[in-house]
């Protein structure tokens, strides 16, 4: 496995880890920013299962073209280029050339 399939992996499941509600009177969890770069190759694809909409992805270089199931709209991010998503389902995406994808999202801190 390489760092980029071990980076997905890992945001993959801070995405589905249910996050718990403190009780009334409790400590509110503190959450934290996590970041990290993924280096793809050209015609590379990743499906991303948006559970919410705190993520923000930056082509820090190449072409990334992103698009949103059951949305006809597509995105297309060329280097300096950044992303939020607005809506929560599956995003699909796909590297035009070899590319550097910045992710940054918001999680609870363990």
């Known amino acids: 496995m390489d760092l980029a399939s071990d980076a997905l992996n890992f945001f993959y499941f801070r995405l589905h880890t249910p996050r718990l509600r403190p009780l009334l009177k409790w400590p509110r ?4 920013t996590r970041r990290f770069a993924l280096r793809l190759d050209a015609e590379h694809s990743e ?7 705190e993520l923000e992805l930056r082509c820090a270089s190449g072409t990334l073209w992103i698009t949103h199931d059951g949305d006809p709209k597509d995105i297309v ?12 389902g ?19 801190a363990d």
Do not use: G, K
Request: charged share 35%; hydrophobic share 30%.
């Open 29 to 32: 969890r503190r959450s934290l």
């Open 47 to 53: 499906t991303i299962p948006l559970q919410n909409r």
């Open 90 to 108: 599956a995003m699909r995406l796909h590297t035009l050339q070899p590319c550097v994808v910045e992710v940054q999202f918001e999680d609870d």
């Open 77 to 88: 991010l060329e280097e300096r280029q950044t992303y939020r998503p607005d809506r929560c």
